[in-house]
Protein backbone atom coordinates (compact mmCIF):
# COMPACT_ATOMS: atom_id res chain seq x y z
CA UNK A 1 0.00 0.00 0.00
CA UNK A 2 1.09 3.33 -1.19
CA UNK A 3 2.39 5.62 2.48
CA UNK A 4 0.68 8.49 2.89
CA UNK A 5 0.43 9.28 7.06
CA UNK A 6 -2.98 11.05 8.09
CA UNK A 7 -3.12 10.40 11.46
CA UNK A 8 -3.95 13.79 13.37
CA UNK A 9 -6.50 17.01 12.48
CA UNK A 10 -6.86 17.69 8.81
CA UNK A 11 -8.76 21.19 7.90
CA UNK A 12 -11.24 21.29 5.15
CA UNK A 13 -10.33 24.39 4.02
CA UNK A 14 -12.93 27.51 3.66
CA UNK A 15 -12.56 30.03 0.50
CA UNK A 16 -12.50 33.24 1.70
CA UNK A 17 -14.64 35.85 0.03
CA UNK A 18 -14.74 40.06 -0.34
CA UNK A 19 -17.78 41.66 -0.82
CA UNK A 20 -18.31 41.31 -4.41
CA UNK A 21 -17.79 37.59 -4.04
CA UNK A 22 -14.56 37.96 -5.69
CA UNK A 23 -11.73 35.58 -3.89
CA UNK A 24 -9.88 37.41 -0.94
CA UNK A 25 -5.96 36.19 -1.41
CA UNK A 26 -4.66 38.15 1.83
CA UNK A 27 -7.45 36.41 3.84
CA UNK A 28 -6.47 33.01 2.23
CA UNK A 29 -3.44 33.33 2.99
CA UNK A 30 -4.16 34.43 6.73
CA UNK A 31 -6.17 31.60 7.34
CA UNK A 32 -3.22 29.33 6.00
CA UNK A 33 -0.74 30.79 7.71
CA UNK A 34 -3.35 30.82 10.74
CA UNK A 35 -3.74 26.89 10.35
CA UNK A 36 -0.45 25.84 9.69
CA UNK A 37 1.05 27.82 12.83
CA UNK A 38 -1.74 26.52 15.38
CA UNK A 39 -0.98 22.86 15.18
CA UNK A 40 -3.05 21.60 11.91
CA UNK A 41 -1.69 18.38 10.84
CA UNK A 42 -2.28 18.47 7.29
CA UNK A 43 -4.55 21.00 4.76
CA UNK A 44 -7.39 19.77 2.69
CA UNK A 45 -7.98 21.88 -0.54
CA UNK A 46 -11.03 22.12 -2.88
CA UNK A 47 -13.49 20.18 -0.79
CA UNK A 48 -16.72 20.93 -0.11
CA UNK A 49 -16.38 23.22 2.94
CA UNK A 50 -14.54 25.46 -0.07
CA UNK A 51 -17.55 25.90 -1.66
CA UNK A 52 -15.83 24.43 -4.46
CA UNK A 53 -19.13 24.06 -7.07
CA UNK A 54 -19.05 27.51 -7.49
CA UNK A 55 -15.60 28.15 -8.14
CA UNK A 56 -14.46 28.15 -11.93
CA UNK A 57 -11.53 25.95 -13.05
CA UNK A 58 -9.20 28.71 -13.23
CA UNK A 59 -10.16 30.12 -9.72
CA UNK A 60 -9.57 26.06 -8.54
CA UNK A 61 -6.02 26.53 -10.23
CA UNK A 62 -5.28 29.93 -8.17
CA UNK A 63 -6.53 28.42 -4.91
CA UNK A 64 -4.54 25.72 -5.10
CA UNK A 65 -1.36 27.41 -6.03
CA UNK A 66 -1.32 29.70 -3.17
CA UNK A 67 -2.11 27.37 -0.85
CA UNK A 68 0.96 25.15 -2.38
CA UNK A 69 3.00 28.05 -2.11
CA UNK A 70 2.27 29.29 1.61
CA UNK A 71 2.48 25.79 2.95
CA UNK A 72 5.40 25.50 1.12
CA UNK A 73 5.93 21.88 2.65
CA UNK A 74 5.58 22.58 6.27
CA UNK A 75 2.29 20.30 6.56
CA UNK A 76 0.85 18.03 3.66
CA UNK A 77 -1.61 18.97 1.25
CA UNK A 78 -4.73 16.81 -0.05
CA UNK A 79 -6.40 17.67 -2.99
CA UNK A 80 -10.31 17.73 -3.67
CA UNK A 81 -10.15 15.53 -6.93
CA UNK A 82 -13.41 14.21 -7.68
CA UNK A 83 -17.10 13.89 -9.26
CA UNK A 84 -19.40 11.85 -10.96
CA UNK A 85 -18.23 11.13 -14.39
CA UNK A 86 -15.42 8.74 -14.15
CA UNK A 87 -13.44 9.51 -17.21
CA UNK A 88 -13.75 13.44 -16.53
CA UNK A 89 -12.01 12.89 -13.37
CA UNK A 90 -9.31 10.88 -14.62
CA UNK A 91 -9.07 13.69 -17.39
CA UNK A 92 -8.51 16.36 -14.48
CA UNK A 93 -6.13 13.70 -13.18
CA UNK A 94 -4.04 13.65 -15.85
CA UNK A 95 -4.43 17.13 -16.15
CA UNK A 96 -3.52 18.42 -13.01
CA UNK A 97 -0.18 19.92 -11.39
CA UNK A 98 0.42 17.67 -8.50
CA UNK A 99 3.89 19.81 -7.84
CA UNK A 100 3.38 20.33 -3.72
CA UNK A 101 0.49 18.07 -3.42
CA UNK A 102 0.49 14.98 -0.89
CA UNK A 103 -2.62 12.99 -1.68
CA UNK A 104 -6.19 13.45 -3.36
CA UNK A 105 -9.42 13.08 -1.73
CA UNK A 106 -12.24 12.07 -3.90
CA UNK A 107 -15.46 11.65 -3.37
CA UNK A 108 -18.25 8.89 -4.13
CA UNK A 109 -20.24 9.67 -6.85
CA UNK A 110 -23.24 12.15 -6.41
CA UNK A 111 -26.57 12.46 -7.79
CA UNK A 112 -26.61 9.51 -10.43
CA UNK A 113 -26.77 7.19 -7.45
CA UNK A 114 -24.19 4.46 -8.67
CA UNK A 115 -24.54 0.84 -7.26
CA UNK A 116 -21.52 -0.67 -4.86
CA UNK A 117 -20.09 -2.21 -8.00
CA UNK A 118 -20.20 1.30 -9.86
CA UNK A 119 -18.40 2.65 -7.02
CA UNK A 120 -16.13 0.23 -6.81
CA UNK A 121 -14.89 0.58 -10.24
CA UNK A 122 -14.82 4.01 -10.53
CA UNK A 123 -12.38 4.39 -7.55
CA UNK A 124 -10.49 1.81 -8.85
CA UNK A 125 -9.84 3.90 -12.34
CA UNK A 126 -9.12 6.80 -10.09
CA UNK A 127 -6.54 4.75 -8.05
CA UNK A 128 -5.37 3.16 -11.79
CA UNK A 129 -4.70 6.66 -13.37
CA UNK A 130 -3.23 8.62 -10.11
CA UNK A 131 0.27 9.69 -9.36
CA UNK A 132 -0.51 10.06 -5.65
CA UNK A 133 -2.31 8.37 -2.70
CA UNK A 134 -6.43 8.30 -2.99
CA UNK A 135 -7.95 9.42 -0.17
CA UNK A 136 -11.75 8.14 -0.30
CA UNK A 137 -14.68 10.32 0.85
CA UNK A 138 -17.91 8.95 1.51
CA UNK A 139 -20.81 11.57 2.26
CA UNK A 140 -24.39 9.96 1.77
CA UNK A 141 -26.30 12.73 3.26
CA UNK A 142 -24.76 15.20 0.16
CA UNK A 143 -24.23 12.43 -2.95
CA UNK A 144 -27.60 10.42 -2.23
CA UNK A 145 -25.05 7.23 -2.33
CA UNK A 146 -23.76 5.39 0.59
CA UNK A 147 -20.23 3.08 -0.07
CA UNK A 148 -20.90 0.12 2.15
CA UNK A 149 -18.28 -1.07 4.62
CA UNK A 150 -18.00 -4.30 2.20
CA UNK A 151 -16.86 -2.03 -0.79
CA UNK A 152 -14.54 0.15 1.21
CA UNK A 153 -12.73 -2.97 2.32
CA UNK A 154 -12.73 -4.42 -1.69
CA UNK A 155 -10.93 -1.22 -1.95
CA UNK A 156 -9.01 -1.01 0.86
CA UNK A 157 -7.52 -4.12 -0.01
CA UNK A 158 -7.41 -4.43 -3.64
CA UNK A 159 -6.16 -1.21 -4.57
CA UNK A 160 -2.67 -0.28 -3.33
CA UNK A 161 -3.10 3.50 -4.10
CA UNK A 162 -6.30 3.76 -2.14
CA UNK A 163 -4.78 4.59 1.50
CA UNK A 164 -7.83 6.55 3.24
CA UNK A 165 -11.16 7.04 3.97
CA UNK A 166 -12.52 10.11 4.93
CA UNK A 167 -16.42 8.79 6.98
CA UNK A 168 -18.75 11.39 6.87
CA UNK A 169 -21.96 8.64 6.84
CA UNK A 170 -23.30 9.07 10.62
CA UNK A 171 -23.26 5.49 10.74
CA UNK A 172 -21.02 3.99 13.63
CA UNK A 173 -21.46 0.59 13.25
CA UNK A 174 -20.19 1.00 9.78
CA UNK A 175 -17.47 2.80 10.57
CA UNK A 176 -16.49 0.53 13.10
CA UNK A 177 -16.76 -2.42 10.70
CA UNK A 178 -14.21 -0.91 8.51
CA UNK A 179 -11.73 -0.23 11.67
CA UNK A 180 -12.03 -3.88 12.64
CA UNK A 181 -11.37 -5.40 8.96
CA UNK A 182 -9.27 -2.92 7.06
CA UNK A 183 -5.59 -3.32 6.04
CA UNK A 184 -3.46 -2.45 8.79
CA UNK A 185 -2.10 0.66 7.12
CA UNK A 186 -5.39 1.98 5.76
CA UNK A 187 -6.99 4.80 7.90
CA UNK A 188 -9.97 5.95 8.94
CA UNK A 189 -10.69 9.71 9.37
CA UNK A 190 -14.08 11.36 10.76
CA UNK A 191 -15.74 13.38 8.64
CA UNK A 192 -17.85 14.70 11.32
CA UNK A 193 -16.61 17.17 14.11
CA UNK A 194 -18.77 16.08 16.80
CA UNK A 195 -18.21 12.37 16.49
CA UNK A 196 -14.22 12.34 15.94
CA UNK A 197 -13.90 11.88 19.72
CA UNK A 198 -15.42 8.51 20.21
CA UNK A 199 -14.36 7.40 16.42
CA UNK A 200 -10.63 7.56 17.22
CA UNK A 201 -11.28 6.12 20.90
CA UNK A 202 -12.81 3.53 18.24
CA UNK A 203 -9.38 3.55 16.37
CA UNK A 204 -9.84 5.90 13.80
CA UNK A 205 -6.43 7.80 12.97
CA UNK A 206 -7.77 11.37 13.33
CA UNK A 207 -10.39 13.88 11.13
CA UNK A 208 -10.43 16.83 8.48
CA UNK A 209 -12.21 19.53 10.49
CA UNK A 210 -14.66 22.16 9.55
CA UNK A 211 -14.32 23.82 13.04
CA UNK A 212 -10.75 23.42 13.13
CA UNK A 213 -10.77 25.99 10.18
CA UNK A 214 -11.42 28.62 13.44
CA UNK A 215 -10.06 26.72 15.92
CA UNK A 216 -6.79 24.55 15.25
CA UNK A 217 -4.95 25.22 17.88
CA UNK A 218 -7.97 23.79 20.45
CA UNK A 219 -9.47 20.96 18.29
CA UNK A 220 -5.88 19.14 16.85
CA UNK A 221 -5.01 19.00 21.24
CA UNK A 222 -8.13 17.30 21.63
CA UNK A 223 -7.24 15.00 18.23
CA UNK A 224 -3.88 14.33 20.03
CA UNK A 225 -4.86 13.70 23.26
CA UNK A 226 -7.12 11.08 22.04
CA UNK A 227 -5.14 9.68 20.09
CA UNK A 228 -2.71 9.14 22.95
CA UNK A 229 -5.68 7.63 25.23
CA UNK A 230 -5.91 10.32 27.28
CA UNK A 231 -9.62 10.33 27.26
CA UNK A 232 -10.58 12.50 30.07
CA UNK A 233 -8.70 15.39 28.80
CA UNK A 234 -10.00 15.11 25.30
CA UNK A 235 -13.63 15.20 26.50
CA UNK A 236 -13.09 18.04 28.87
CA UNK A 237 -12.13 19.82 25.14
CA UNK A 238 -15.11 17.80 22.95
CA UNK A 239 -17.87 19.11 25.85
CA UNK A 240 -16.48 22.97 25.20
CA UNK A 241 -17.50 22.65 21.73
CA UNK A 242 -20.48 20.78 21.73
CA UNK A 243 -22.57 23.02 20.99
CA UNK A 244 -20.61 24.45 18.52
CA UNK A 245 -20.59 21.45 16.79
CA UNK A 246 -24.57 21.75 15.86
CA UNK A 247 -24.56 25.43 15.03
CA UNK A 248 -22.37 24.72 12.50
CA UNK A 249 -24.19 23.25 10.57
CA UNK A 250 -27.72 23.78 11.26
CA UNK A 251 -27.66 26.64 8.09
CA UNK A 252 -25.45 24.57 6.25
CA UNK A 253 -21.85 24.01 5.34
CA UNK A 254 -19.78 26.53 5.51
CA UNK A 255 -22.00 28.99 6.39
CA UNK A 256 -22.03 28.43 10.23
CA UNK A 257 -17.90 28.13 9.84
CA UNK A 258 -18.23 31.70 7.67
CA UNK A 259 -20.19 33.06 10.09
CA UNK A 260 -17.41 32.58 13.10
CA UNK A 261 -14.70 33.70 11.34
CA UNK A 262 -15.79 36.51 10.43
CA UNK A 263 -16.81 37.66 13.94
CA UNK A 264 -13.25 36.23 14.83
CA UNK A 265 -11.79 39.47 12.64
CA UNK A 266 -10.62 36.42 9.70
CA UNK A 267 -12.58 36.76 6.74
CA UNK A 268 -15.90 38.38 5.22
CA UNK A 269 -19.12 36.45 6.00
CA UNK A 270 -19.96 36.01 2.35
CA UNK A 271 -20.83 33.05 0.51
CA UNK A 272 -22.09 32.21 -3.56
CA UNK A 273 -25.09 31.30 -4.46
CA UNK A 274 -26.72 29.27 -3.97
CA UNK A 275 -25.15 28.96 -0.41
CA UNK A 276 -26.30 31.80 1.65
CA UNK A 277 -24.78 32.91 5.51
CA UNK A 278 -26.76 31.73 8.27
CA UNK A 279 -29.60 33.06 9.60
CA UNK A 280 -29.38 35.85 12.13
CA UNK A 281 -30.68 33.92 15.04
CA UNK A 282 -28.07 30.80 13.79
CA UNK A 283 -25.51 33.97 14.15
CA UNK A 284 -26.57 35.27 17.68
CA UNK A 285 -26.29 31.79 19.09
CA UNK A 286 -22.47 31.16 17.64
CA UNK A 287 -21.90 34.55 19.18
CA UNK A 288 -23.46 33.80 22.31
CA UNK A 289 -21.59 30.87 22.56
CA UNK A 290 -18.10 31.83 21.71
CA UNK A 291 -18.48 34.95 24.54
CA UNK A 292 -19.26 31.73 26.94
CA UNK A 293 -16.02 30.18 26.07
CA UNK A 294 -14.19 33.60 26.22
CA UNK A 295 -13.10 33.96 22.43
CA UNK A 296 -12.92 37.42 21.45
CA UNK A 297 -15.25 38.20 18.78
CA UNK A 298 -15.69 41.55 16.93
Do not use: W
Amino acid sequence: MASMDLRGMGVALITPFKEDESIDHEALIRMIDHLVENGTDYIVALGTTAETPSLSEEEKKEITRIIVERVNRRIPVVLGVGGNCTRNVISQIEHTDFRGIDAILSVVPYYNKPSQEGIYRHFREIAKASPLPVVLYNVPGRTGTNMTAATTLRLARECDRITAIKEASGNISQMDDIIKNKPSEFQVISGDDGITFPLIALGATGVISVIGNAFPKEFSRMVRLTLHGDYQNARIIHSRFAELFELLFVDGNPAGVKSMLNMMGFIENKLRLPLVPTRITTFEKIRDVLNKLNIKVK
